[in-house]
C-alpha cells in the first residue's frame, strides 16, 4: 500500500477555504476536494472534504464506485455475485487529477473537486459527471449527476412504462403493486436500476446498486444532467464501457449473475385464470386443450385453489384431492403452477401460521412485535425471506406443493402488497443479520421471496422448477422468470408490454411475459387475435385474465381466432428447438429473448421510432401494431430480411407500409438466420418425430447459432449430459457447417433436414459429392378457413424450398452450396 499526495493530506484543512461560496453554507453538501488518496491493487480510497470514496477496478471494462458522507460501511448486496477480476491498470496523478488506465477504459477522477469522468482509451469522453454538481447530499438523499450529451439516449431501467428512449422522463424505484396501472404510470412492480447511455457511437451502462428507493433523471424537467440517485444508504454505482451495446448486457450480468436453465415445459404454453375453480374446470379447461389440438403444457390456479386465501392450504370443498388432478393432468401433458403470497394469515391453529411463530420468522416492529398487515385472507405477518432463517422455513413449507405434485410457483403479491399500500417504515428485516428497515428492505422483498421459493422447490422436486415472480431486484433473473403485473385488455397496453419486455431484456432479465389478452377488462376479438399471436413470441407464454371478465380461453372469441390462435401455439411448439437454444444463451451471455432493436443497431436513429418492433433470439424480426389497425409502417434495419410467411426480400434501411391482416403478425427472417425446427407436438411430453429441421437463409453475412438439447427437466446437464454444437454459415465460402457436437447425451433426431431458402437451384454438396436435394412447399401457418357452408380453406401461403436429408452424425460434417 502507498500513499500519493502527502503534501495534500498534510495541509487538508486549508481546502475547508476552497469550498465554493454557495456550497458552505447551502442544503445541498457537496462532496468538496480531495484531501488523501491510497492506492491498494486495483482499488484507490480517497478522502474529500465532505465524503470518503472507493474507486475499484472490478474488470478491464468495469469500474466501481463507492461514496459516502462517512466511512464506508461493510460491503453487501443482493445484486452483485461477483468479484473483481486480476486487471491490468495503471495509477498515475498530479495536483489536479488522478488517471486510471485498462485496456479498455480510462477514468480520470479530478480533485478540485472530486468528480469522475470516463474516457476511451484513445479520448473520447464517453460519460462525465456534471461540472459544479458532480455527487451531493440532500439531507440523506444522495445524486450523482452525469453531463447530458448532445444527442444522448436512454435505455433499459428494466420495468419501466413510456418510450424506449428514456430521454425527457424520470423515473422511480419503489416496488409497488399497482392494479390495472396506466401505460405511463411509475414505479411498477420490479427495481432494476441500470441503464445504457448510447450516444456519438459509443454506449455504457451504469447500475446503481442501491435498494433504498431511487430516482433517476434523463432530462426531465432540465436541459443540463441526467442523474441517479437514492433516498438513503451509499452512492455505489458500477460503470460499464463496451463498443458493442450487447456486449454490455453481458458485463451486467455477469456482476449480478445470470438465469438457470429453466424446465422445457415452461417455455410452451400456457392456460390460466383468475381462477379455475373447482377441479372439475380445471380438467375441462384441459380436456378442450387437447380437444381443440391447441398445445399446452401448463395450467395455472390462483388464489381460489386455497382454504381462504391462507397460503399452503388447498379448499377441500373445490379440490378434494389435489395430488389426484395433478397426477391426472400430468397423464394429459400439463404441469401444474400455483399461486403463492407472503402474507401469512394471522389464524390460531392454522399450521403455517403457528409453526411461524414458534420459528419466530416473521418481520417485526422496532420494538419488537410481528408486524401485521392485511391482505387476501385478513389480517397476515410476512415472512422474514432477507434472513436465511426466514428462507429456511419457507422452504420447508413449499415441499408440501411438490408432494401435492406441483410444478410451478408463482410468487404473488411480494412488493410486499398489502391493502391501504402504506407499510411502516418502522418495519425491520434481518438483512443478513445486519438489520435494515422497510425503505432500504422492501425493493429487495420480492427478489428474496422468489429466492426462497427457487432454492426450496429445486430441492423439494430434485430437478428444475418453474419460478414466476411480480416483485425483484437486479440480479432476479438468477431466481425466477418476471411477468408485467395486472394490466389492462387495451391496445396500448399490449403494445406497452411489448416495450417493457424489451425493457427488461436489456436489464438483464431473460424470462419475461406479460398476460396475454389484458387481465382487466375484456378484450375485443381483435385485440385478443393480435395479441396470442405477439405472445407467441414472448419468453413467457401465459393466456391470463381476471375475475368477473369473460372467458379468455382461445374458443372464446369464435372459430376464426380460435384457428389463428392454434396456428401461433402451433408455430411456436415447433420453434422450441430454436427457442430452446436462445434460452440457453441467456444462461451463458445473458443475452435476452426478447430484444430490443438498440441492441443490434443501437445507434440507428430509426428504431428508436419503432420501438414496438424487437428481435426473438436473433433471427427473427417481430412488429407488433393494435389490433384494430388496417395498416403500419414496418421499419428494416440494414441487410436483407426475409417476409416470414412468403420469402419475399426485402432490403433493410428502408421504411414500408403494409396491409395489416388479423391472421398474420408481421413477421421477418434477418439474412442468413439458422433456426432448428421440430414436427408439431401437442405439448413437451410428447416426442417429436426424428427429424430436426434446420431453416437458412441465404445471405451476405456470416452466422452462428448455438443448437443446445439436454432432458429438459434435470440438472444432469451441469455433469455434462447435454448436446450442443455450433451451426455455421460461412457466406464469402458458400458453406454451412456442422461442428462436432459436445456433451454426453446423445440427440433425440436422427437426422436433420435443411430448407435452403433463397438459395435457388444451387448444386449442394458434401465431402465433394452431390447431394440430391428435393423441393418442398413450406408454409408455417395453416390457412384460414373461409366459414362458408362447404368449410373451404383459403390457399395456403408460403414458398418452395430446397431441402437435404442427412444423417445426424456427432462429428462435424459440411454442406457447400
Given at each position: 500500500?502507498?500513499?500519493?499526495?502527502?503534501?495534500?493530506?498534510?495541509?487538508?484543512?486549508c481546502?475547508?477555504?476552497?469550498?465554493?461560496?454557495?456550497?458552505?453554507?447551502?442544503?445541498?453538501?457537496?462532496?468538496?476536494?480531495?484531501?488523501?488518496?491510497?492506492?491498494?491493487?486495483?482499488?484507490?480510497?480517497?478522502?474529500?472534504?465532505?465524503?470518503r470514496?472507493?474507486?475499484?477496478?472490478?474488470t478491464?471494462?468495469?469500474?466501481?464506485?463507492?461514496?459516502?458522507?462517512?466511512?464506508?460501511?461493510?460491503?453487501?448486496?443482493?445484486?452483485?455475485?461477483?468479484?473483481?477480476q486480476?486487471?491490468?491498470?495503471?495509477?498515475?496523478?498530479?495536483?489536479?487529477?488522478?488517471?486510471?488506465?485498462t485496456?479498455?477504459?480510462?477514468?480520470?477522477?479530478?480533485?478540485?473537486?472530486?468528480?469522475?469522468?470516463?474516457?476511451?482509451?484513445?479520448?473520447?469522453?464517453?460519460?462525465?459527471d456534471?461540472?459544479?454538481?458532480t455527487?451531493?447530499?440532500?439531507?440523506?438523499?444522495?445524486?450523482?449527476?452525469?453531463k447530458?450529451?448532445?444527442?444522448?439516449?436512454?435505455?433499459?431501467?428494466?420495468?419501466?412504462?413510456?418510450?424506449?428512449?428514456?430521454?425527457?422522463?424520470?423515473?422511480?424505484?419503489?416496488?409497488?403493486?399497482?392494479?390495472?396501472?396506466?401505460?405511463?404510470?411509475?414505479?411498477?412492480?420490479?427495481?432494476?436500476p441500470?441503464?445504457?447511455?448510447?450516444h456519438?457511437?459509443?454506449?455504457?451502462g451504469?447500475?446503481?446498486?442501491?435498494?433504498?428507493?431511487?430516482?433517476?433523471?434523463?432530462?426531465?424537467s432540465?436541459?443540463?444532467?441526467?442523474?441517479?440517485?437514492?433516498?438513503?444508504?451509499?452512492?455505489?454505482?458500477?460503470?460499464?464501457?463496451?463498443k458493442n451495446?450487447?456486449?454490455?448486457?453481458?458485463?451486467?450480468?455477469?456482476?449480478?449473475?445470470?438465469?438457470?436453465?429453466?424446465?422445457?415445459?415452461?417455455?410452451?404454453?400456457?392456460?390460466?385464470?383468475?381462477?379455475?375453480?373447482?377441479?372439475?374446470?380445471?380438467?375441462?379447461?384441459?380436456?378442450?386443450?387437447?380437444?381443440?389440438?391447441?398445445?399446452?403444457?401448463?395450467i395455472?390456479?390462483?388464489?381460489?385453489?386455497?382454504?381462504?386465501?391462507?397460503?399452503?392450504?388447498?379448499?377441500?370443498?373445490?379440490?378434494?384431492?389435489p395430488?389426484?388432478?395433478?397426477?391426472?393432468?400430468?397423464?394429459m401433458?400439463?404441469?401444474?403452477?400455483?399461486?403463492?403470497?407472503?402474507?401469512?394469515?394471522?389464524?390460531?391453529?392454522?399450521?403455517?401460521?403457528?409453526?411461524?411463530?414458534?420459528?419466530?420468522?416473521?418481520?417485526?416492529?422496532?420494538?419488537?412485535?410481528?408486524?401485521?398487515?392485511?391482505?387476501?385472507?385478513?389480517?397476515?405477518?410476512?415472512?422474514?425471506f432477507?434472513?436465511?432463517?426466514?428462507?429456511?422455513?419457507?422452504?420447508?413449507e413449499?415441499?408440501?406443493?411438490a408432494?401435492?405434485?406441483?410444478?410451478?410457483?408463482?410468487?404473488?403479491?411480494?412488493?410486499i402488497?398489502t391493502?391501504g399500500?402504506?407499510?411502516?417504515?418502522?418495519?425491520i428485516?434481518?438483512?443478513?443479520?445486519?438489520?435494515?428497515?422497510?425503505?432500504?428492505?422492501?425493493?429487495?422483498?420480492?427478489?428474496?421471496?422468489?429466492r426462497?421459493?427457487?432454492?426450496?422447490?429445486?430441492?423439494?422436486?430434485?430437478?428444475?422448477?418453474?419460478?414466476l415472480?411480480?416483485?425483484?431486484?437486479?440480479?432476479?433473473q438468477?431466481?425466477?422468470?418476471?411477468?408485467?403485473?395486472?394490466?389492462?385488455?387495451?391496445?396500448?397496453?399490449?403494445?406497452?408490454?411489448?416495450?417493457?419486455?424489451?425493457?427488461?431484456?436489456?436489464?438483464?432479465?431473460?424470462?419475461?411475459g406479460?398476460?396475454?389478452?389484458?387481465?382487466?377488462?375484456?378484450?375485443?376479438?381483435?385485440?385478443?387475435?393480435?395479441?396470442?399471436?405477439?405472445?407467441?413470441?414472448?419468453?413467457?407464454?401465459?393466456?391470463?385474465?381476471?375475475?368477473?371478465?369473460?372467458s379468455?380461453?382461445?374458443w372464446?372469441?369464435?372459430?376464426?381466432?380460435?384457428?389463428?390462435?392454434?396456428?401461433?401455439?402451433?408455430?411456436?411448439?415447433?420453434?422450441?428447438?430454436?427457442?430452446?437454444?436462445?434460452?440457453?444463451?441467456?444462461t451463458?451471455d445473458?443475452?435476452?429473448?426478447?430484444?430490443?432493436?438498440?441492441?443490434?443497431?443501437?445507434?440507428?436513429?430509426?428504431?428508436?421510432?419503432?420501438?414496438?418492433q424487437?428481435?426473438?433470439?436473433?433471427a427473427?424480426?417481430i412488429?407488433?401494431f393494435a389490433?384494430?389497425d388496417?395498416?403500419?409502417?414496418?421499419?428494416?434495419?440494414?441487410?436483407?430480411?426475409?417476409?416470414?410467411?412468403?420469402?419475399?426480400?426485402?432490403?433493410?434501411?428502408?421504411?414500408?407500409?403494409?396491409?395489416?391482416?388479423?391472421?398474420?403478425?408481421?413477421?421477418?427472417?434477418?439474412?442468413?438466420?439458422?433456426?432448428?425446427?421440430?414436427?408439431?407436438?401437442?405439448?413437451?411430453?410428447?416426442?417429436?418425430?426424428d427429424?430436426?429441421n434446420?431453416?437458412?437463409?441465404?445471405?451476405?453475412?456470416?452466422?452462428?447459432?448455438?443448437?443446445?438439447?439436454?432432458?429438459g427437466?434435470?440438472?444432469?446437464?451441469?455433469?455434462?449430459?447435454?448436446?450442443?454444437?455450433?451451426i455455421?454459415?460461412?457466406?464469402?465460402?458458400?458453406?454451412?457447417?456442422?461442428?462436432?457436437?459436445?456433451?454426453?447425451?446423445?440427440?433425440?433426431?436422427?437426422?436433420?433436414?435443411?430448407?435452403?431458402?433463397?438459395?435457388?437451384?444451387?448444386?449442394?454438396?458434401?465431402?465433394?459429392?452431390?447431394?440430391?436435394?428435393?423441393?418442398?412447399?413450406?408454409?408455417?401457418?395453416?390457412?384460414?378457413?373461409?366459414?362458408?357452408?362447404?368449410?373451404?380453406?383459403?390457399?395456403?401461403?408460403?414458398?418452395?424450398?430446397?431441402?437435404?436429408?442427412?444423417?445426424?452424425?456427432?462429428?462435424e460434417?459440411?454442406?457447400?452450396?
Amino acid at each position: 500500500m502507498k500513499i500519493f499526495d502527502r503534501a495534500v493530506l498534510a495541509f487538508g484543512v486549508c481546502f475547508a477555504f476552497s469550498l465554493p461560496v454557495w456550497a458552505q453554507n447551502s442544503p445541498v453538501k457537496p462532496m468538496g476536494n480531495v484531501t488523501a488518496v491510497t492506492e491498494n491493487g486495483q482499488q484507490l480510497k480517497i478522502t474529500t472534504q465532505n465524503a470518503r470514496a472507493e474507486v475499484t477496478v472490478y474488470t478491464p471494462s468495469v469500474i466501481r464506485v463507492r461514496i459516502d458522507k462517512q466511512e464506508l460501511g461493510a460491503d453487501f448486496s443482493y445484486a452483485v455475485i461477483a468479484q473483481p477480476q486480476k486487471a491490468k491498470s495503471s495509477v498515475t496523478q498530479n495536483d489536479n487529477e488522478i488517471q486510471v488506465v485498462t485496456d479498455s477504459v480510462k477514468l480520470v477522477i479530478g480533485k478540485k473537486p472530486f468528480s469522475v469522468a470516463f474516457y476511451t482509451p484513445d479520448g473520447k469522453v464517453i460519460s462525465q459527471d456534471e461540472v459544479g454538481l458532480t455527487t451531493s447530499w440532500v439531507n440523506e438523499n444522495v445524486t450523482t449527476y452525469k453531463k447530458m450529451q448532445e444527442g444522448e439516449r436512454f435505455v433499459g431501467l428494466g420495468e419501466k412504462t413510456g418510450g424506449l428512449d428514456r430521454r425527457g422522463s424520470g423515473y422511480t424505484h419503489w416496488n409497488s403493486d399497482v392494479f390495472g396501472y396506466r401505460v405511463d404510470q411509475d414505479p411498477l412492480y420490479s427495481t432494476i436500476p441500470f441503464y445504457i447511455g448510447i450516444h456519438h457511437g459509443l454506449n455504457y451502462g451504469i447500475f446503481l446498486d442501491n435498494t433504498w428507493q431511487s430516482d433517476f433523471n434523463f432530462g426531465a424537467s432540465n436541459n443540463r444532467f441526467s442523474s441517479f440517485g437514492a433516498r438513503g444508504g451509499e452512492m455505489n454505482y458500477y460503470f460499464i464501457y463496451h463498443k458493442n451495446l450487447g456486449d454490455i448486457i453481458t458485463s451486467y450480468t455477469a456482476l449480478t449473475g445470470r438465469m438457470n436453465l429453466p424446465p422445457l415445459w415452461s417455455l410452451g404454453y400456457q392456460q390460466n385464470r383468475y381462477s379455475y375453480y373447482p377441479d372439475t374446470e380445471v380438467y375441462r379447461i384441459a380436456q378442450t386443450l387437447r380437444e381443440k389440438k391447441i398445445p399446452a403444457d401448463g395450467i395455472t390456479l390462483d388464489i381460489h385453489y386455497m382454504d381462504k386465501y391462507k397460503v399452503f392450504t388447498w379448499d377441500k370443498n373445490r379440490f378434494p384431492d389435489p395430488v389426484k388432478m395433478n397426477n391426472r393432468l400430468k397423464e394429459m401433458g400439463f404441469k401444474t403452477t400455483v399461486i403463492v403470497d407472503p402474507g401469512v394469515k394471522a389464524e390460531p391453529g392454522y399450521g403455517v401460521y403457528e409453526r411461524g411463530l414458534k420459528d419466530d420468522i416473521f418481520i417485526k416492529y422496532a420494538d419488537n412485535n410481528n408486524y401485521t398487515g392485511e391482505v387476501w385472507p385478513g389480517w397476515c405477518h410476512f415472512p422474514d425471506f432477507t434472513s436465511v432463517k426466514g428462507r429456511d422455513w419457507w422452504q420447508g413449507e413449499i415441499k408440501q406443493y411438490a408432494a401435492d405434485g406441483v410444478s410451478g410457483i408463482w410468487n404473488d403479491m411480494n412488493e410486499i402488497a398489502t391493502w391501504g399500500q402504506k407499510m411502516p417504515d418502522n418495519v425491520i428485516f434481518d438483512w443478513e443479520g445486519r438489520k435494515a428497515a422497510h425503505p432500504e428492505a422492501r425493493n429487495a422483498y420480492g427478489m428474496q421471496m422468489a429466492r426462497a421459493s427457487y432454492e426450496g422447490f429445486r430441492k423439494a422436486l430434485n430437478k428444475r422448477p418453474f419460478i414466476l415472480s411480480r416483485s425483484g431486484y437486479a440480479g432476479l433473473q438468477r431466481y425466477s422468470a418476471l411477468w408485467t403485473g395486472d394490466n389492462r385488455a387495451e391496445d396500448d397496453h399490449m403494445l406497452q408490454g411489448v416495450r417493457l419486455l424489451s425493457s427488461l431484456g436489456l436489464s438483464g432479465v431473460p424470462f419475461t411475459g406479460m398476460d396475454i389478452g389484458g387481465f382487466t377488462g375484456n378484450a375485443s376479438v381483435a385485440l385478443y387475435t393480435r395479441w396470442v399471436q405477439i405472445g407467441a413470441f414472448n419468453p413467457y407464454f401465459r393466456n391470463h385474465t381476471g375475475v368477473n371478465t369473460k372467458s379468455a380461453e382461445p374458443w372464446a372469441f369464435g372459430e376464426e381466432t380460435l384457428e389463428i390462435a392454434r396456428n401461433y401455439i402451433n408455430l411456436r411448439y415447433k420453434l422450441l428447438p430454436y427457442l430452446y437454444s436462445t434460452f440457453y444463451e441467456a444462461t451463458q451471455d445473458g443475452w435476452p429473448v426478447v430484444r430490443s432493436l438498440a441492441i443490434n443497431y443501437a445507434h440507428d436513429a430509426k428504431v428508436y421510432q419503432y420501438q414496438n418492433q424487437y428481435l426473438f433470439g436473433n433471427a427473427f424480426l417481430i412488429a407488433p401494431f393494435a389490433g384494430t389497425d388496417a395498416y403500419g409502417t414496418i421499419y428494416l434495419p440494414k441487410g436483407k430480411w426475409y417476409n416470414l410467411y412468403s420469402d419475399e426480400v426485402s432490403n433493410g434501411g428502408t421504411e414500408t407500409i403494409v396491409k395489416l391482416v388479423n391472421n398474420k403478425l408481421p413477421v421477418y427472417v434477418k439474412e442468413s438466420a439458422i433456426i432448428p425446427m421440430q414436427s408439431l407436438i401437442q405439448n413437451t411430453t410428447e416426442q417429436p418425430t426424428d427429424t430436426l429441421n434446420v431453416h437458412i437463409y441465404k445471405g451476405d453475412v456470416n452466422n452462428s447459432f448455438v443448437y443446445y438439447e439436454d432432458d429438459g427437466e434435470s440438472y444432469n446437464y451441469e455433469k455434462g449430459s447435454f448436446y450442443k454444437r455450433n451451426i455455421s454459415y460461412n457466406a464469402a465460402k458458400k458453406a454451412i457447417t456442422f461442428a462436432k457436437a459436445e456433451g454426453s447425451l446423445t440427440s433425440k433426431f436422427k437426422y436433420v433436414r435443411l430448407y435452403m431458402h433463397g438459395f435457388g437451384s444451387a448444386t449442394v454438396k458434401q465431402a465433394g459429392k452431390q447431394v440430391q436435394a428435393k423441393t418442398d412447399f413450406v408454409s408455417f401457418i395453416n390457412p384460414i378457413s373461409k366459414f362458408d357452408p362447404q368449410g373451404v380453406a383459403n390457399k395456403a401461403e408460403g414458398s418452395d424450398t430446397r431441402t437435404i436429408t442427412l444423417p445426424n452424425n456427432s462429428t462435424e460434417f459440411v454442406i457447400n452450396y
